[in-house]
């Protein structure tokens, strides 16, 4: 009996589990996740302005286990030895013949000063929830003091979690303001990005899609604006491309940093040739020196011959890798020789707010309530490759007609 490790309960990891436990292969699965449950990434800004409650983007892992072929663990991985073929999590040694690491993402700071000590990250549910519970107590605060930075929200990065973010907490601001005791336009929400141009993986066209909503929503963005440090109560941004002396000081009680994330520290503490956490990985997505060792989604490089640029880390490919990890391992014990992993995007699609969304499906743009539709249908497709039917029924987002 082959033993067979996951690391990372996420999309590549759980979808990786779903075709080895349905398989007739003889092996045993041990699956680690520092949580008890599986939660949708892609809703984790919903969560961080309250637009959506957590335990509707979550569900146990153990509902998706099948006991007699795998065993759950819930612990911390705290690195890996490939060469023994062991992982160590919370002191534990565990062995393996195959192992496959999701281990997902975490925030960049670029090495900005004050990042991590004074802007709030929201990399998990628990850290969106903390998004959440902050700014409510600052809107109470406002009550108290009436002090306006209290009603001031600015969130660090266009890019396409910035950018929903921003959608979320402008359909979120209407509470804001019942507890602040203001008008809902009275809550500021700012958005400070260091190029030009936002979400440049779209065409100008979509682009001026999203301006016209956050313009109509008074969402003060700020492009070309470089952030230089984050301080207690303030972020400061250079303010003149030229100039790099002409810093101006955004004064707000919710700071919010989303300009990027990087793969698991577990990947370089581990001694994987990496870059920002990330491995470039074989035509199978294993490891240049471990045959046995696949890295998935959030974790790996993976070049698009299009662009020759590694591809996005969406939860798209992350399903599509760990399918197709799972089969290759089947096919490893068979003998069977790989097949070189191979992906061709669906299409991507931002939500800005629930009723409000673009992208491109295929190679057709769409805009407004089609592309609020497909976006939702995206979610639930996502939701049913990891946790099936009963999770769909239980968590899926039916709310598709407004």
């Not at 266009?158 to 809550?187: C, N, Q």
């Not at 040739?273 to 074989?282: C, F, I, L, T």
């Not at 490089?301 to 992350?318: E, F, G, H, L």
């Not at 068979?334 to 707010?353: T, Y």
Request: net charge neutral; glycine share 8%.
């Amino acid at each position: 009996m082959k033993e067979i490790v996951i690391l990372g309960a996420g999309y590549a990891g759980l979808r990786a589990l779903h075709v080895l436990q349905k398989s007739g292969a003889d092996i045993h699965i041990t699956l680690i996740d520092r949580n008890s449950y599986h939660y949708e990434s892609t809703s984790l800004h919903e969560v961080a302005a309250g637009t959506q409650k957590d335990e509707k983007i979550c569900y146990d892992i153990k509902d998706v286990v099948d006991t007699k072929k795998t065993t759950f663990i819930q612990g911390n991985v705290e690195k890996i030895d490939s060469d023994k073929k062991e992982v160590y999590v919370d002191q534990k040694t565990l062995s393996y013949d195959y192992l496959i690491v999701a281990l997902g993402f975490q925030s960049e700071s670029f090495g900005i000063p004050g990042v991590k000590e004074n802007s709030l990250e929201m990399v998990d549910v628990k850290t969106a929830d903390q998004v959440h519970r902050h700014i409510i107590e600052q809107m109470k605060q406002y009550k108290e003091t009436k002090n306006e930075e209290y009603l001031r929200i600015v969130v660090c990065g266009a890019g396409f979690t910035g950018i929903e973010l921003v959608g979320a907490l402008v359909e979120g601001s209407k509470a804001f303001a019942d507890i602040a005791g203001v008008k809902p336009e009275d809550i500021q929400i700012y958005c400070v990005e260091a190029v030009d141009k936002i979400l440049p993986m779209f065409s100008d066209r979509l682009g001026q899609y999203c301006l016209k909503y956050l313009d109509k929503w008074d969402v003060k963005l700020l492009t070309g604006k470089p952030i230089k440090k984050v301080e207690p109560g303030a972020v400061v941004y250079q303010n003149s491309k030229d100039n790099e002396n002409d810093l101006v000081a955004l004064n707000a009680k919710t700071i919010i940093w989303t300009t990027g994330v990087s793969g698991s520290h577990v990947i370089g503490d581990s001694g994987f040739e990496e870059r920002r956490g990330r491995v470039m990985v074989k035509p199978n997505l294993t490891d240049p020196k471990h045959d046995d060792v696949y890295l998935l989604g959030d974790v790996s490089a993976v070049m698009d011959p299009s662009s020759n640029r590694p591809y996005p880390t969406t939860a798209q490919i992350a399903l599509k890798m760990g399918s197709y990890a799972g089969k290759d391992i089947l096919n490893q014990m068979k003998g069977k020789p790989s097949e070189p992993f191979s992906f061709k995007s669906l299409g991507s699609v931002a939500s800005i707010g629930n009723t409000h969304a673009f992208g491109v499906v295929g190679k057709t743009e769409v805009t407004a309530y089609p592309a609020s539709f497909i976006k939702k249908a995206i979610m639930d497709r996502s939701l049913f490759e990891t946790g099936g039917i009963k999770e769909v029924m239980s968590k899926g987002r039916f709310d598709l007609y407004h």
